[in-house]
C-alpha cells in the first residue's frame, strides 16, 4: 500500500467520528447503592456483603488495519466512575489476544496494539474488561464484554479461481451470444467503502468477444465467425476493485475460447467424373472402388451418406458408406459379363445425414458425381447349365447304363472345348464313371439301394486349352427301390413251450422285416412250410403272426427240441419269400407257465442252482485251465534256457575255446576213442548245452563205410539234422563222432597233432574251397611257422 493511499485512508476515517469512540465510560445506574443484588455471603469476620447493581454505557471500539507506524497503535480508553484518579483502580482486560496483542494501562485503562493487524484473517475480536480495587482486589465494577472491529483498507487486489478458463461457442452464432461467465473475489470488507468492488473489462480478444462490467459475462461481438476460417481465440479479462477508478487493485485471467462446429458446409466431391475398372469374374459383393466427397464440418456434421440415383448400372453394382473413412464403397451386385457388356455408368450422390434447419439458406447440402465403371475380360471357366443336378435310377439297372448327363459351355467368346471328368473323392468305391466328351454319367458297378440309397458326387468340367479354368457341380443320384430282398425274422426267437401246454396256447409273437422299401409300405405274409402236427401259425394280418399248440402235452424226455418252418412273403412285385426256422425247447413250467428248466440233464442238477451259476462256475473252470496252461508255458521256457549264458559260448555254431586242452590224456573234452572209432556212439548221447527236456531214442543212422569221405558223411549228417523234428530250433553246436578213416588228409583234429612223428603238409586245405581258407592259413604256413 503506498503512502498516498494509506493517508486517504486515514483522512476518511478521521471524517467519520461516528464509527469509534475512544473511551468506555462507565456510570453509575439509578439504582440506590445500597440494593442487594443477591444472597448474602458471610464474610471471614461475620459481616454480610451486599453485591450493588452497576450498569455499563459504552460503544465499540474500531481499529484500522495494515499500521505502519513505529509505536502502538492506540485503541481506545476504559474508564468507571468509580476511578478518583489516585490510582486506586486497577482495570483488568481479557478475552481474544488480550495480554499479546492488545494490552490495557491497568492505571488509565488505555488499550493499545502491539501489532499490526489483517482484517483478512479476523474481522473483530471479543474482550472482556473490568475494574477492581487494587488494595482490597475487589471487582468495583462487574465485567462487562465488548468488541474490536477492525476497519478493513483496500489492500487485496481480485483473484480469479482458475488461471485459465476453456470455453466454447458455436460458429456462426449471433452477437451477444453467452459464452461464458468468468467471477473474481476481493478478500477485502465488502460492507466498507469500495475496496471490494470489482469491474471487469477485456484486455485481449476484441472485436470477436465482449465481457459485461458487472457480471463477468464474456459474449460475442462480431457475427457469423467461421471456424473454418479460425477456431481458437485468446481473451485476457481483467478484475478490477475501487469500482475500476484510479487507484484500484487488479487482477487478470486467460480464457481459451474455441468456435465448436456446426452443419454450414455441404459435401462437394472433386472431381466430375470417377473411373472405375472390374473384372468380370469379381464375385457378387466385390468392392470394385470407392468415392468420397469432402466436407469442411467435423464430427456428425461432415457424416455423409451415398447413394446411386441414376445410371445404367445401377441393377449391377451397390455402394456402401463406410462410416470410419466417409466414403463411398461401389461393389459388384450381379454377375458381370464381359461379352454382354463392358461399360456402366452410375450417378452417385453424397448427401449430409445433420443438416441443421438455421443454415438451409447455406443448401443445398448435397453433391452429385459420375461414374465410369469399365469391365475388363478374364478367362473365364465353363458354367454349367443347372447348379445342381438330380438323378434317379433303380437299382437293378445292369452296368454301363447312362444315368443323366450333364452340360457345360465356356462362357468366353473363344468357345473352348469342356472335358468332363468325376471327383474320386465323392466316389472312392467308383461306383459311377462319366463320358469326358458329353458329360454322360453312367455306372461302372451294380448297384444296391439297401448298401446306399444316395450318392452325392461332383462333375468337374474343365477347359481343353486351359485345364487350371474348372468348374464343379453337385451331382445326386438316388436310387430307387426293386424288390429284390425277401423278408426275415426281425429277431432271433428263443422260443420254448411247456409240458403241461393245451392244444391253441399261444407260445410266440414273431415279426419280419425287409430291406426293401415298396411305395405302399412293407405287407407280410406268414404261412408254414408243411403241415406240422404239434404247432401251426396264425397270422395276424399286421406283419406278424402268432405260434400256437396243436397237440395236448409234450414230454422233453422224448423230444426236447422242435425245428418249426415258417414261410415270410411279402406282397410287391416280384414277390420275394424266405423260410425262417423256429427252433422251439420243451420246458418244465410251473401252474402259471412260468419256465423252470428245458433240459432232462437238468433234472439231475440241484434245484437251487439257476442258469446264471452255472456259467459263472464254467467261466471259473475255464480260466482256472487257462492259468495253469500258461504256467506249464513259462515253466517250459524256462527249461530251453542253455546252461552256458556267456555271450561267447555259442556263435553260428563255433564254439570258443580259449586253451589247447591236455592232449590225448585229456577225455573230459573229447573221447578220442569215439572219434576214431563210430561204433562207439552212445544211443542215448545228450546235449551238454542245454538242460534236458525229454529223453527220447535218437534215430541209429549206418554208420559208414571205412572209405566213406568226410564231406558225404557231414552232408548227409546234416540233412538228417534238418529233417529231425526233435532238434532244436537253434543255433547250437552239434558234434559229429566221426571224421572218416582212409582219408588224405587224415585227422584235422590238433589233439591228435601232437603224436605225428613228422611235419605234415596242409596246402591241399585251400583247394577245398573258401570256407576253409582260415584251416589253410592256420596250419598251411609252411616253413616259417616252424621253430628256428
Given at each position: 500500500m503506498t503512502i498516498y493511499q494509506f493517508l486517504v485512508l486515514f483522512l476518511l476515517w478521521v471524517c467519520l467520528p461516528h464509527f469509534c469512540s475512544p473511551e468506555i465510560m462507565f456510570r453509575r445506574t439509578p439504582v440506590p447503592q445500597k440494593r442487594i443484588l443477591g444472597a448474602r455471603v458471610p464474610r471471614s469476620d461475620g459481616k454480610i456483603l451486599h453485591r450493588q447493581k452497576r450498569g455499563w454505557m459504552w460503544n465499540q471500539f474500531f481499529l484500522l488495519e495494515e499500521y505502519t507506524g513505529s509505536d502502538y497503535q492506540y485503541v481506545g480508553k476504559l474508564h468507571s466512575d468509580q476511578d478518583k484518579g489516585d490510582g486506586s483502580l486497577k482495570y483488568i482486560l481479557s478475552g481474544d489476544g488480550a495480554g499479546t496483542l492488545f494490552i490495557i494501562d491497568e492505571k488509565t485503562g488505555d488499550i493499545h496494539a502491539t501489532r499490526r493487524i489483517d482484517r483478512e484473517e479476523k474481522a473483530f475480536y471479543t474482550l472482556r474488561a473490568q475494574a477492581i480495587n487494587r488494595r482490597t482486589l475487589r471487582p468495583v465494577e462487574p465485567e462487562s464484554e465488548f468488541v474490536i472491529k477492525i476497519h478493513?483498507?483496500?489492500?487485496?487486489?481480485?483473484?480469479?479461481?482458475?488461471?485459465?478458463?476453456?470455453?466454447?461457442?458455436?460458429?456462426?452464432?449471433?452477437?451477444?451470444?453467452?459464452?461464458?461467465?468468468?467471477?473474481?473475489?476481493?478478500?477485502?470488507?465488502?460492507?466498507?467503502?469500495?475496496?471490494?468492488?470489482?469491474?471487469?473489462?477485456?484486455?485481449?480478444?476484441?472485436?470477436?468477444?465482449?465481457?459485461?462490467?458487472?457480471?463477468?459475462?464474456?459474449?460475442?461481438?462480431?457475427?457469423?465467425?467461421?471456424?473454418?476460417?479460425?477456431?481458437?481465440?485468446?481473451?485476457?479479462?481483467?478484475?478490477?476493485?475501487?469500482?475500476?477508478?484510479?487507484?484500484?487493485?487488479?487482477?487478470?485471467?486467460?480464457?481459451?475460447?474455441?468456435?465448436?462446429?456446426?452443419?454450414?458446409?455441404?459435401?462437394?466431391?472433386?472431381?466430375?467424373?470417377?473411373?472405375?475398372r472390374v473384372l468380370e469374374s469379381s464375385p457378387v459383393g466385390t468392392a470394385i472402388g470407392s468415392v468420397k466427397a469432402t466436407d469442411a464440418d467435423t464430427g456428425k456434421n461432415a457424416e455423409v451418406e451415398y447413394r446411386i440415383i441414376d445410371g445404367d448400372g445401377t441393377d449391377m453394382f451397390d455402394i456402401i458408406t463406410e462410416k470410419d473413412t466417409q466414403e463411398g464403397i461401389i461393389t459388384v451386385k450381379k454377375p458381370l459379363d464381359y461379352e454382354s457388356r463392358r461399360l456402366y455408368t452410375l450417378k452417385v450422390e453424397a448427401e449430409n445425414t445433420h443438416v441443421d434447419p438455421r443454415f438451409y439458406y447455406l443448401g443445398p447440402f448435397k453433391d452429385t458425381t459420375i461414374v465410369k465403371i469399365s469391365v475388363e475380360d478374364v478367362d473365364e471357366p465353363p458354367i454349367f447349365s443347372r447348379s445342381s443336378y438330380l438323378f434317379e435310377v433303380h437299382e437293378d439297372i445292369e452296368v454301363g447304363t447312362i444315368i443323366g448327363t450333364v452340360m457345360a459351355r465356356d462362357p468366353d467368346s473363344a468357345s473352348s472345348p469342356i472335358r468332363f471328368s468325376l471327383d474320386r473323392h465323392t466316389d472312392l468305391d467308383r461306383i459311377f464313371n462319366i463320358h469326358s466328351g458329353n458329360g454322360s454319367l453312367y455306372t461302372s458297378k451294380p448297384l444296391d439301394r439297401e448298401l446306399s440309397q444316395w450318392h452325392n458326387l461332383t462333375v468337374i468340367a474343365a477347359e481343353i486349352n486351359n485345364p487350371k479354368e474348372m468348374t464343379r457341380v453337385a451331382v445326386f443320384v438316388r436310387i430307387l427301390d426293386v424288390n429284390d430282398n425277401a423278408p426275415q425274422f426281425a429277431v432271433f426267437y428263443d422260443t420254448f413251450?411247456?409240458?403241461?401246454?393245451?392244444?391253441?396256447?399261444?407260445?410266440?409273437?414273431?415279426?419280419?422285416?425287409?430291406?426293401?422299401?415298396?411305395?405302399?409300405?412293407?405287407?407280410?405274409?406268414?404261412?408254414?412250410?408243411?403241415?406240422?402236427?404239434?404247432?401251426?401259425?396264425?397270422?395276424?394280418?399286421?406283419?406278424t403272426a402268432r405260434i400256437l399248440t396243436r397237440k395236448n402235452g409234450f414230454n422233453r424226455h422224448e423230444i426236447s427240441t422242435y425245428l418249426l418252418p415258417v414261410v415270410i412273403s411279402d406282397n410287391d412285385y416280384p414277390i420275394q419269400s424266405s423260410t425262417g426256422t423256429l427252433t422251439i425247447r420243451v420246458c418244465a413250467c410251473d401252474s402259471q407257465g412260468n419256465m423252470q428248466s428245458c433240459s432232462a440233464e437238468a433234472l439231475l442238477l440241484p434245484a437251487g442252482l439257476s442258469t446264471g451259476a452255472l456259467i459263472a462256475i464254467l467261466l471259473c473252470i475255464i480260466i482256472l485251465l487257462v492259468i495253469v496252461v500258461l504256467f506249464a508255458a513259462l515253466k517250459r521256457q524256462r527249461k530251453k534256457e542253455p546252461l552256458i549264458l556267456s555271450k561267447e559260448d555259442i556263435r553260428d555254431n563255433i564254439v570258443s575255446y580259449n586253451d589247447e586242452g591236455g592232449g590225448e590224456e585229456d577225455t573230459q573234452a573229447f573221447d578220442i576213442g569215439t572219434l576214431r572209432n563210430p561204433a562207439a556212439i552212445e544211443d542215448k548221447k545228450l546235449r551238454r548245452d542245454i538242460i534236458p527236456e525229454t529223453l527220447f531214442i535218437p534215430r541209429r543212422t549206418p554208420t559208414a563205410p571205412d572209405n566213406t569221405d568226410v564231406r558225404d558223411f557231414i552232408n548227409e549228417r546234416l540233412k538228417e539234422h534238418d529233417l529231425d523234428p526233435t532238434a532244436p530250433p537253434y543255433d547250437s553246436l552239434a558234434t559229429y563222432a566221426y571224421e572218416g578213416t582212409d582219408s588224405v588228409a587224415e585227422s584235422l583234429s590238433s589233439l591228435e597233432s601232437g603224436t605225428t612223428d613228422g611235419d605234415q603238409n596242409y596246402d591241399y586245405l585251400r583247394e577245398w574251397g573258401p570256407r576253409f581258407n582260415k584251416l589253410a592259413e592256420m596250419y598251411g604256413g609252411g616253413e616259417s611257422d616252424k621253430d628256428p
Open positions: 478493513d483498507i483496500n489492500d487485496n487486489e481480485p483473484t480469479f479461481p482458475e488461471e485459465i478458463y476453456t470455453a466454447s461457442v458455436p460458429e456462426m452464432s449471433v452477437v451477444g451470444t453467452s459464452v461464458v461467465q468468468v467471477t473474481a473475489t476481493d478478500a477485502d470488507d465488502p460492507s466498507y467503502g469500495n475496496s471490494a468492488r470489482v469491474i471487469y473489462s477485456i484486455l485481449q480478444g476484441q472485436p470477436y468477444f465482449s465481457v459485461e462490467p458487472e457480471t463477468g459475462i464474456i459474449r460475442t461481438a462480431l457475427p457469423n465467425m467461421n471456424r473454418e476460417n479460425r477456431e481458437q481465440y485468446q481473451v485476457v479479462i481483467q478484475a478490477k476493485d475501487m469500482g475500476g477508478q484510479m487507484g484500484g487493485l487488479s487482477g487478470t485471467t486467460t480464457v481459451n475460447i474455441t468456435l465448436t462446429d456446426v452443419n454450414d458446409n455441404p459435401p462437394r466431391f472433386l472431381q466430375n467424373t470417377i473411373h472405375l413251450v411247456c409240458e403241461n401246454a393245451r392244444p391253441g396256447q399261444l407260445i410266440q409273437t414273431i415279426s419280419a422285416v425287409d430291406k426293401d422299401d415298396p411305395l405302399g409300405g412293407q405287407k407280410f405274409f406268414f404261412s408254414l412250410a408243411a403241415v406240422n402236427p404239434n404247432f401251426t401259425v396264425q397270422d395276424n394280418e399286421d406283419n
